[in-house]
C-alpha cells in the first residue's frame, strides 16, 4: 500500500515538475511511516522524487525526514490523552480538546498552549509550542516513545531540578519558556530546510521562516538560483560536490558549535560559518576527546586519526537513509577497511585481525568494534547516541583522571585496575602511551593547573590538526613564553583553519594579518581581541563590520549582546553600550558573566556607584562565589571603603583560600587601615 501511494505521488510530482511550481497543493499523504507530512509543505523537494523516487522514498523514511512535522491528530494521541507528569518544577498536563487540538497546561504560569510541531520520532519525540517571544520552545517534558511514557529529560541535571527551581523565577534562561530553551535560538537550523531566525532585537521577537520542514532535499543540495535546462533545480556544475563539501553540510547540524552567521550552503566550508567547540572546558568534553556533555559528531570525528585522515560521514552512512552502509554487529562497517589495510587519501589504514584485537571472545558484544571505539552514552536523558573520537580504552588513565573508558563502561564488575592489566597484557604499550602525555597536558589546563611546558611538548608531537588547535587554544588561556609564540607564528601559516585561528589567540596584537584571512573563522578570531584598535583604523573598517554582524546575529544570546556592548563601548557609543549590557543580564538574570563585564565597563567610565550595584545583584544571585566578593571588594578599595572591601576579600578567600589576587588585596586594604 505504501508503495503504490509513493507511485502514485511520483506521477503526481513528475506531471508538475518541470517549470513552474503547482498553482495549488497536491492533496495530502496519509499518515503512513513515510507519510508523515503534507505535499504541500515540502513543494520543492517533491519535485525531486519525479527523477529520483528511490532516493525520495528512501530520505521520507528516514529521521531527517522527521526532523519537524505538524502536530496530528491520529500520530499523537496517545501521548495527549489526559496525562500529568511532574517536571522542572510544574506539573504538566497533555490533553486534546473537542476540536483536535493538542494542550498542553503548565501549572507554574497557569497556562495553558496550543502544540503545534513535533521534532522527531525516536527514541523521544519532542513538542513545540508558542512563547511570548513569538518563537517556538521545547518543554523539558518529552514523550518515550518505547516506553510510552513522558519524562524530564533534564531529570539528571541539577541545575534544573525541582529544588533548584523553586529558587528561580519563570521565564529564566534554563527554564523551558527561557531563552535557552528556545527552538528558534537553539534548535532549529536543525531541524528545517532554508531556516531564518529573523531576530528583532528591539522588541525581542522572533519571526522566524523556513522554506520546508525537516531536513529535505533542498537543505542538502544546492539549488540554482534559475533551473537547469532539464528543469532540474540544481544547476549541473552543482551536482557533484565532494566528499569534503557533503561532509561539511552535516557538520552544520551534526556539531557543537557557535554561528558565526545563518548564510551556509552546500558547498561552502564550514569553517567559514561555524567555531567548532573543542576540548577546552571542563565538563564539555574528557580530556581525550571523548563526548562528556551532548556534543554531537564533528569534534570528536575531527580529533581522530580518522576524521584527520579524511573519512567523512558518508564513509559510514547512507546519505538518504542516514542508515550505516554495512552491519556493525559483525565489524564488517570497520573492516571494510581495516582487514586489508585501505588507504584513505594515501594514509595507510592500520590492519586489525579481530582474532588477536580483543581479549574478548569472538562474536560477543566486547568483539564489535563499536562497543570498544565508539561507547554509547545517554543524552536527553534517554538518547543513547556513540562517540566518533574513535579513541582506544585506557583504564589506566580512568584511575589517574576519571575518564571513562569502554572496558568497565561494558564489564560493570570490573574494577580499572583489573581492565587496566588486561590492557597492559593485550596491546602494545607505546601505542597507548603517545595519547597519554597529551591528555594529561589537556586535563591539567582544564582544572587550572596548566603547564606550559607539558602543553607545548604535546603540541610538538601532535599530527592531528584539530589536536594542535586544542593545544593552541590551552596555550592562550596563559602568558605565553618564547617558545610559544614562535609555535603560534608558525602555526598562522597553518593549512587547517581552525589552527590559524588558535595561532591568533596565542599571537594577539601580532594575529592582525590574520584578520585578512580567506576564512571567516580565522578572521573572527583574530580581530575580536584587536577591535578597541581596529575601530580608529580605516583600512579595517570592513574587519569591524564583519564582527559587529556576528554579534548582531547572536543578538538574541547574552553573548551576542555582551559583544555588542563591548563594540559599542569601543566605537565610543556610550548609551549604546550601557543598553547592551542590561540587555545582556536581562536576557540571562540568573548569569554572572554580564554582571562582572557591565561591572568593569561602569568602574572604568568612574561610575563606581553602579558598578557596585552590579556586583551586589550578581552577589545575591551567586552568593558563594568568590569571584564576585573579590570583584565587589575591587570596586569598595576604588571606592575608598577599605574597611568594607577588607570584610568583602576576607570572605572571597574564606571560599576560595586558593584566589591569590583575593589574598593579596586583602594584604593592600589592611594595610591602609594600620595606625
Not at 544546492?222 to 549541473?236: R, S, T
Not at 567523512?312 to 573492516?335: F, G, I, M, R, V
Not at 572604568?604 to 552590579?614: F, P, V, Y
Request: proline share 6%; net charge negative.
Amino acid at each position: 500500500m505504501q508503495r503504490r501511494i509513493l507511485s502514485l505521488l511520483t506521477v503526481v510530482v513528475f506531471l508538475c515538475s518541470c517549470g513552474e511550481e503547482p498553482a495549488e497543493p497536491a492533496a495530502a499523504v496519509a499518515p503512513l511511516q513515510h507519510g508523515h507530512w503534507d505535499i504541500a509543505e515540502v513543494p520543492l523537494s517533491t519535485r525531486c522524487a519525479a527523477c529520483h523516487a528511490k532516493e525520495f522514498e528512501e530520505w521520507s523514511r528516514s529521521d531527517h525526514a522527521w526532523a519537524l512535522r505538524k502536530t496530528n491528530a491520529e500520530m499523537d494521541t496517545e501521548p495527549f490523552h489526559g496525562q500529568r507528569l511532574a517536571a522542572h518544577g510544574a506539573e504538566l498536563t497533555f490533553s486534546a480538546n473537542r476540536k483536535g487540538e493538542l494542550l498542553l497546561k503548565d501549572s507554574q504560569s497557569n497556562r495553558t498552549f496550543k502544540v503545534d510541531y513535533v521534532l522527531g520520532r525516536r527514541p523521544l519525540v519532542q513538542y513545540l509550542v508558542k512563547g511570548n517571544d513569538g518563537g517556538w520552545h521545547t518543554p523539558s517534558a518529552s514523550w518515550d516513545v518505547n516506553r510510552h511514557e513522558w519524562f524530564d529529560m533534564f531529570e539528571a541535571d541539577a541545575r534544573l531540578s525541582a529544588e533548584g527551581l523553586a529558587q528561580r523565577e519563570l521565564g529564566d534562561w534554563g527554564h523551558w519558556l527561557g531563552r535557552g530553551m528556545n527552538w528558534n535560538s537553539q534548535c532549529a537550523w536543525c531541524h528545517t530546510s532554508h531556516f531564518s531566525k529573523n531576530y528583532d532585537e528591539k522588541t525581542n521577537t522572533y519571526a522566524s521562516t523556513w522554506r520546508e520542514p525537516g531536513v529535505t532535499c533542498i537543505q542538502c543540495h544546492k539549488l540554482a538560483a534559475q533551473p537547469a535546462a532539464d528543469g532540474c533545480m540544481v544547476a549541473p556544475q552543482d551536482r557533484k560536490l565532494t566528499a569534503r563539501q557533503m561532509h561539511d553540510n552535516c557538520a552544520t547540524c551534526h556539531a557543537r558549535r557557535e554561528e558565526l552567521d545563518e548564510d551556509f550552503v552546500v558547498g561552502d566550508a564550514f569553517d567559514d560559518h561555524y567555531r567548532l567547540e573543542l576540548p577546552t572546558v571542563e565538563g564539555v568534553f574528557y580530556p581525550n576527546g571523548m563526548q562528556r556533555d551532548e556534543d554531537y559528531c564533528e569534534t570528536g570525528l575531527r580529533l581522530s586519526r580518522m576524521g584527520a585522515a579524511g573519512v567523512t560521514c558518508l564513509d559510514c552512512h547512507d546519505p538518504h537513509t542516514a542508515a550505516l552502509k554495512l552491519p556493525q554487529e559483525d565489524n564488517s562497517l570497520c573492516l571494510r577497511c581495516h582487514a586489508g589495510g585501505t588507504p584513505v587519501n594515501g594514509t595507510p589504514t592500520p590492519v586489525i585481525d579481530m582474532a588477536t584485537h580483543t581479549p574478548c571472545p569472538q562474536g560477543s558484544m566486547g568483539a564489535r568494534c563499536v562497543e570498544c571505539h565508539m561507547p554509547e552514552n545517554n543524552y536527553m536523558a534517554r538518547d543513547p547516541r556513540r562517540d566518533h573520537s574513535f579513541n582506544s580504552p585506557d583504564p589506566l588513565l580512568s584511575q589517574e583522571l576519571g575518564i571513562p573508558n569502554s572496558c568497565t563502561m561494558c564489564h560493570r564488575d570490573m574494577d580499572n585496575a583489573r581492565a587496566a592489566e588486561v590492557v597492559r597484557q593485550t596491546y602494545p604499550q607505546q601505542k597507548i602511551a603517545a595519547t597519554r602525555d597529551r591528555t594529561r597536558a589537556v586535563h591539567a589546563a582544564m582544572n587550572g593547573a596548566a603547564n606550559r611546558e607539558q602543553l607545548l611538548a604535546a603540541y610538538h608531537a601532535e599530527t592531528v590538526p584539530a589536536w594542535r588547535a586544542t593545544l593552541l587554544e590551552l596555550l592562550a588561556m596563559q602568558q605565553p613564553s618564547s617558545a610559544v609564540l614562535q609555535a603560534a607564528r608558525a602555526a598562522a601559516a597553518d593549512p587547517c583553519a581552525m589552527v590559524r585561528a588558535a595561532a591568533a589567540g596565542v599571537l594577539k596584537q601580532e594575529a592582525l594579518p590574520l584578520t585578512q584571512d580567506p576564512v571567516k573563522l580565522v578572521r573572527y578570531t583574530a580581530g575580536w581581541p584587536l577591535v578597541d584598535y581596529l575601530v580608529r583604523m580605516p583600512d579595517y573598517a570592513a574587519t569591524v563590520r564583519e564582527q559587529v554582524a556576528i554579534a548582531r546575529h547572536r543578538a538574541d544570546h547574552p553573548n551576542g549582546a555582551l559583544k555588542l556592548a563591548v563594540l559599542a563601548n569601543a566605537q565610543g557609543q556610550w548609551d549604546e553600550a550601557d543598553r547592551q549590557y542590561r540587555r545582556a543580564i536581562s536576557l540571562e538574570p540568573n548569569g554572572l558573566v554580564a554582571y562582572l563585564d557591565y561591572a568593569v565597563y561602569l568602574a572604568r567610565h568612574n561610575r563606581l556607584s553602579e558598578a557596585l550595584d552590579q556586583m551586589l545583584a550578581a552577589k545575591k544571585a551567586h552568593p558563594d562565589n568568590a569571584e564576585v566578593w573579590f570583584r565587589t571588594g575591587l570596586i569598595l578599595g576604588e571606592m575608598g571603603q577599605y574597611k568594607m572591601a577588607a570584610e568583602v576579600f576576607e570572605r572571597a578567600v574564606e571560599l576560595d583560600p586558593h584566589h591569590e589576587p583575593a589574598r593579596r588585596s586583602l594584604e593592600i586594604v589592611r594595610s591602609y587601615l594600620k595606625p
